[in-house]
């Protein structure tokens, strides 16, 4: 039989689901001109990848959810079948930020796959690459994330490799031409002319592994349709560098193959197992007690309630979890 933490640790999970359907895309709405919100998460100690959950309730997915981003691309991850079809408008500038997590260039233009159009939000760095291709790293990849009418998220990521040559991608060097400017998290510059034309071209001919993921950073939301470059693009040492300076490091760790157990639950329940520790207390965002499991619940429902009761067809679902939770906290204590 379920313990009482359990279900009350079930339960908080329905609320979240519930509340992450009524605040999706939120985060992608255009943030006013020389705006920059600096994240509240990073990769490094308590606010690194494996403590994401216990930042913020909404980041459940991050140690629970079974489909998880980025990946090992192998053999079993698909060549997407058709081309997308991308236009991307061409500047003299554009806003260029830094979140404290990425570095982030606001941009405008369109992709349409598999008959959907998607509008190009902003495109971001990491270093490394999250994604592997057949457990090789890159040390750069650009996420190029877009979203449609409906809030679906595409992201086109693309790979880069260090050349030997010296050839180089010119966008990037255009993008970080005022790079010194935004070396402080929660700082904006310009970059330099964008044109797009050699990625478009190479997106569009090249093959692309896809699949269907989650985001990579907080909140970890699934449902993602992710287009992977398979060829990595070239990229000289000197605008490398400059970048790695800035960013430092940003890359999660590889994620669990898609369908199986997060890799933090395996972990959770390991802990339990060796530790004889409560699996409620470990599993629930690395909270160290169950009354704190409890105190995060009430602050979900309160906050679910608010946002949703009104118009989700689910409210009756939030205020049914809210009785049963109530009552299994007093049969609890």
Not at 73 to 81: E, G
Request: overall charge negative; aromatic content about 6%; charged content about 20%.
């Amino acid at each position: 039989m379920l313990s009482a933490s359990r279900i009350v640790f079930a339960l908080s999970l329905l609320a979240l689901q519930v509340s992450a359907n009524c605040m999706h895309g939120t985060y992608m709405s255009r943030r006013a001109e020389g705006e920059v919100k600096v994240s509240n998460f990073g990769y490094s100690g308590t606010i690194g990848p494996l403590n994401w959950a216990s930042i913020d309730s909404a980041n459940s997915q991050c140690a629970m959810s079974k489909v998880q981003s980025p990946i090992v691309i192998d053999s079993s991850v698909p060549f997407a079948t058709e081309a997308p079809k991308i236009s991307f408008k061409n500047v003299e500038e554009a806003e260029f930020e830094n979140l404290g997590s990425t570095i982030e260039v606001i941009a405008d233009g369109t992709t349409n796959f598999a008959g959907k159009d998607f509008t190009l939000k902003q495109f971001h760095f990491h270093t490394p690459s999250e994604h592997r291709i057949n457990d090789e790293y890159f040390p750069l990849e650009i996420h190029m994330v877009h979203e449609a009418a409906d809030k679906s998220i595409a992201v086109l990521a693309l790979p880069f490799q260090l050349t030997e040559d010296g050839s180089t991608t010119q966008l990037l060097t255009n993008v970080i031409k005022n790079i010194t400017d935004i070396a402080e998290p929660g700082t904006v510059t310009k970059t330099g002319p964008l044109d797009f034309g050699v990625i478009t071209e190479t997106l569009q001919t090249k093959k692309l592994f896809q699949y269907t993921g989650s985001l990579t950073t907080p909140p970890c939301a699934e449902g993602l349709t992710f287009l992977v470059l398979s060829e990595p693009l070239p990229i000289d040492v000197k605008t490398f560098n400059t970048i790695k300076k800035t960013i430092k490091f940003n890359a999660r760790y590889s994620q669990n193959k898609l369908g199986d157990r997060n890799l933090l639950d395996i972990a959770a329940e390991q802990a339990a197992k060796d530790g004889n520790i409560s699996n409620a207390q470990c599993s629930f965002a690395q909270q160290p007690a169950a009354n704190k499991a409890q105190s995060d619940l009430n602050k979900v429902m309160q906050a679910c309630t608010t946002l949703c009761e009104a118009a989700h067809p689910m409210s009756r679902a939030i205020m049914e979890a809210k009785h049963v939770a109530k009552n299994m906290k007093r049969h609890h204590h």
